[in-house]
Nanobody, 125 residues
Framework: QVQLIESGGGLVQAGGSLRLSCAAS??????VGWFRQAPGKEREFVGG????????YFADSVKGRFTASRDNAKSTVYLQMNTLRPEDTAIYYC????????????????????WGQGTQVTVSS
């Protein structure tokens, strides 16, 4: 069992930045994805990072504004969110996928085995 602990959410004005963290023991063995869910909407893929960190993939809605990185020494993955918009407001979840190749980044929620508790991100206009 992998317990994912997220942190870093909060309230920010449009145009601002936040960095989310996702930590878990042994996280270097997993590809990690970030998803978000706004009220009344389905959970959607935001971005992800392969086990090696060399493969990343982002949804078109955040491409160029969000980046992801991992620090395997700290068993932590980060989601850096810049130029935030009100439509980015949602609960953000990190998820871990095991048994995938080193450079592969899963993009569908059914491909992930473990989920964090979520952290609220609110962007005011």
């Amino acid at each position: 069992q992998v317990q994912l602990i997220e942190s870093g959410g909060g309230l920010v004005q449009a145009g601002g930045s936040l960095r989310l963290s996702c930590a878990a023991s042994g996280l270097s063995r997993y590809a990690v994805g970030w998803f978000r869910q706004a009220p009344g909407k389905e959970r959607e893929f935001v971005g992800g990072l392969s086990r090696s960190g060399g493969g990343t993939y982002f949804a078109d809605s955040v491409k160029g504004r969000f980046t992801a990185s991992r620090d395997n020494a700290k068993s932590t993955v980060y989601l850096q969110m810049n130029t935030l918009r009100p439509e980015d407001t949602a609960i953000y979840y990190c998820a871990a996928a095991g048994g995938v190749s080193t450079l592969f980044t899963p993009t569908h929620r059914t491909q992930y085995d473990y989920w964090g508790q979520g952290t609220q991100v609110t962007v005011s206009s």
